[in-house]
């Protein structure tokens, strides 16, 4: 994982020189979507070479000593390449966060709703390409601790929405913090019309979702969803 603030305290110009070739994931044009993939496959290539290299430089100092080897200058440069590498990748340039906290107002925020938009909107590509379930996990907790200003609020509505309109995913489950974060009449419209479609991945998922917001002090846990499914929700009133 990238260490130290680095990335996390760049501004916007530098987030979009590292990362603006992302946005072409979320292109609906196929082709945008392949120049991003190979422009991605070549920035992972640049990780694993300059992590084989500082693992290289670890091994040659390690004799030096615990305290002496953090000083070798091969070492340290051999390290700051890797983060480099690192920021500029995914999805290890969404790892990390804003250095004051406030997320609403960090420059790497659209990277990581970008990261999350993604997986929602092409599945098998983010899986194939960029999979990293806990990096997922992570970022959705994220986001729906932040401070949901109006643009944000929109873009954590629509993905609540793309989400519950297919078949679960791993983590899924996490949208249900997203979706109590930005509860509104414009989302729970839009989870009644998937409930009510033709799709039983989307009626069962946006249901139990907005069974849960009416009920916000019932757990989203593994065994609430299992049983929700199960068509057992009565049980745990």
């Given at each position: 994982m990238a260490e130290g603030a680095g990335a996390d305290a760049d501004d916007a110009c530098a987030w979009a020189e590292r990362l603006g070739w992302a946005v072409g994931l979320i292109a609906e044009d196929p082709a945008a979507r392949g120049a991003a993939l190979v422009h991605l496959a070549e920035a992972q290539r640049k990780v694993t070479d300059a992590l084989a290299r500082s693992n290289e430089m670890w091994l040659l100092t390690r004799p030096l000593g615990a305290d002496e080897q953090y000083r070798e200058s091969a070492f340290l440069q051999a390290r700051r390449r890797h983060q480099q590498a690192q920021r500029g990748s995914l999805p290890d340039g969404v790892w990390g966060g804003p250095v004051d906290g406030d997320l609403a107002a960090w420059p790497g925020l659209p990277y990581v709703l970008l990261f999350l938009e993604w997986e929602a909107r092409y599945p098998l590509e983010w899986t194939q390409h960029a999979k990293a379930w806990g990096t997922k996990q992570s970022l959705i907790r994220k986001v729906a601790r932040a401070r949901q200003e109006e643009a944000i609020k929109a873009k954590l509505t629509d993905l609540v929405e793309i989400v519950v309109h297919r078949a679960y995913r791993c983590k899924d489950r996490e949208y249900v913090r997203v979706a109590r974060a930005v509860d509104s009449a414009d989302l729970r419209g839009r989870l009644d019309r998937?409930?009510?479609?033709?799709?039983?991945?989307?009626?069962?998922?946006?249901?139990?979702v907005l069974w849960l917001l009416d009920r916000p002090d019932l757990p989203n846990t593994r065994r609430v969803w299992q049983t929700w499914v199960a068509g057992e929700a009565a049980a745990l009133l």
């Open positions: 998937a409930a009510d479609s033709d799709s039983p991945w989307a009626r069962c998922h946006a249901g139990y």
